[in-house]
């Protein structure tokens, strides 16, 4: 069983728009949490990290939020580009060296 | 964030014939790398885990003969997909840690580019 879920699975949207990526885990103990962007046939890279004391981060147009307690993140993305089109995969880091991989959310943005 | 280096990006082999993959972290030193394995659409799974200097521990039902891993240096880490298969066409990550040793736990991991490898 995954203990990492991601929804929607997909998404697609229209260039300029704003849009939300979840990832719910059942994952313990909890030691970071890390959304990656990964585009087609490239190897992901590292959006932001959090760890428990985080409530949100931001890099740029991208904003994750993380609720401990509920163990649920969020990856919102403001003002989508064409390029924004790719895999989000959210990472939850029991121990440093022990991940789990949520399946992803493929995020296709339209002209 | 910190760099680390695939190579090759793509590589198509012969059935039965071996192909290597190099990791390199090109700016820090990585005492820990992963490797792992992408089917289309689907996420990444781990394989095996190599500390520098020691042999890399495998996750089960990854044959350690076939994927043979080597990190003999702080900054470069191999693959080799041994006797080929079609079966064994896939994306192949790597991804680097280093060891902090104020906090005693493995820094944020940093992965490769990929590797395209299709066996014909």
């Known amino acids: 069983k995954n203990q990492v879920e991601q929804s929607p699975q997909s998404l697609i949207i229209l260039e300029g728009k704003n849009c939300t990526l979840q990832?719910?885990?059942?994952?313990?103990?909890?030691?970071?949490l890390r959304w990656y962007k990964q585009d087609t046939g490239r190897g992901p890279v590292s959006l932001t990290i959090?760890?428990?004391?985080?409530n949100t981060k931001s890099n740029g147009r991208y904003t994750a939020t993380l609720d401990a307690d509920t163990k649920q993140s969020s990856l919102h993305i403001t003002a989508s580009q064409l390029s924004d089109s790719a895999s989000y995969i959210c990472?939850?880091?029991?121990?440093?060296?022990?991940?789990?991989f949520g399946t992803g959310t493929r995020l296709t943005v339209i002209p | 964030g910190a760099v680390v280096s695939q190579h090759p990006s793509r590589v198509i082999c012969k059935s039965g014939t071996s192909v290597k993959i190099e990791c390199r972290s090109l700016?820090?030193?990585?005492?820990?790398m992963f490797w792992y394995r992408q089917f289309p659409k689907q996420s990444l799974m781990l394989m095996a885990t190599?500390?520098?200097?020691?042999?890399?521990?495998?996750e089960q039902g990854v044959e350690k003969d076939k994927f043979l891993i080597n990190h003999a240096s702080l900054t470069l880490s191999t693959l080799t997909v041994t006797s080929a298969h079609p079966e064994d066409s896939s994306f192949y990550i790597c991804?680097?840690?280093?060891?902090?040793?104020?906090?005693?736990?493995?820094?944020?991991?940093?992965f490769g580019q990929g590797t395209r490898l299709t066996v014909v």
């Open positions: 990832c719910n885990y059942t994952v313990s103990p909890f030691s970071n």
């Open positions: 190599s500390n520098e200097g020691s042999k890399a521990t495998y």
């Open positions: 990472v939850v880091s029991v121990k440093a060296n022990n991940l789990f």
């Open positions: 991804s680097a840690s280093k060891y902090d040793r104020g906090s005693y736990r493995l820094t944020e991991a940093f």
């Open positions: 959090m760890t428990f004391s985080e």
């Open positions: 700016d820090f030193q990585a005492t820990t």
